[in-house]
């Protein structure tokens, strides 16, 4: 095994968080919400990247945070997901 894989890397580090207030505002059409969905995915993935890397270091508390992050993108992309296939977000697939 290579030296570089020994090195405890932060990937996290420079990770910038969504604020759940870019999630409050309506997306005013197919377009700009397909945009919403990118970016919620991109998050998605940056989040589950951080939370394994938290786990693969032993790191309780930030796997922990990653994994709460985690669950509130999810939800709120969901969220998006049920808005654009059905058109009524009050019809979630979290239940």
């Given at each position: 095994m290579s030296s570089r894989h020994n090195k405890p890397r932060r990937?996290?580090?420079d990770l910038p968080e969504l604020a759940t207030s870019e999630w409050d505002q309506p997306t005013p059409g197919p377009d700009d919400a397909m945009r919403e969905l990118q970016r919620g995915s991109e998050a998605i993935l940056r989040l589950a990247t951080r939370a394994h890397a938290a786990v693969a270091r032993s790191d309780e508390?930030?796997?922990q945070a990653a994994?709460?992050?985690?669950e509130t993108q999810l939800t709120f992309t969901?969220?998006?997901i049920d808005e654009l296939l059905f058109g009524a977000p009050e019809r979630s697939t979290l239940h």
């Open positions: 990937l996290d580090a508390a930030g796997a994994r709460q992050s985690l969901t969220a998006l």
